[in-house]
């Protein structure tokens, strides 16, 4: 069993930044790929950013690229994303997500996932 916490959300300012952290125990995640995606009311969860245990296969949805840093640290089974310039459209629930083994498809996609935080809220306002 794995459990992932978030952390990090809070109320910021347009053009502020955080920085969210996903703490995972149980099984080591040094082997899966683990994503953040978002959900904000009304609408369906979304992908924002993914990192594999190869270095440099880091993806980015085409929203965020250029504002949204993933980063991760194996040793201490973490894994963060920076945000900056941070827009009221970003506002969501953030959620990391580990990798589902052996899935196929792409890790775009939620169902490539088979464990969830419980999600960290991410206000931008003014």
């Known amino acids: 069993q794995v459990q992932l916490v978030e952390s990090g959300g809070g109320l910021v300012q347009p053009g502020g930044s955080l920085r969210l952290a996903c703490a995972a125990s149980?099984?080591?995640?040094?082997?899966?790929?683990m994503g953040w995606f978002r959900q904000a009311p009304g609408k369906e969860r979304e992908f924002v950013a993914r990192?594999?245990?190869?270095?440099?296969?880091?993806y980015y949805a085409d929203s965020v690229k250029g504002r949204f840093t993933i980063s991760r640290d194996n040793a201490k089974n973490t894994v963060y994303l920076q945000m900056n310039s941070l827009k009221p459209e970003d506002t969501a629930v953030y959620y990391c997500a580990k990798s589902l083994p052996g899935y196929s498809g792409s890790y775009n996609n939620t169902r490539g996932y088979e464990y969830w935080g419980q999600g960290t809220q991410v206000t931008v306002s003014s």
């Open positions: 990192i594999s245990w190869l270095p440099g296969r880091i």
């Open positions: 149980g099984r080591t995640f040094s082997n899966y790929v």
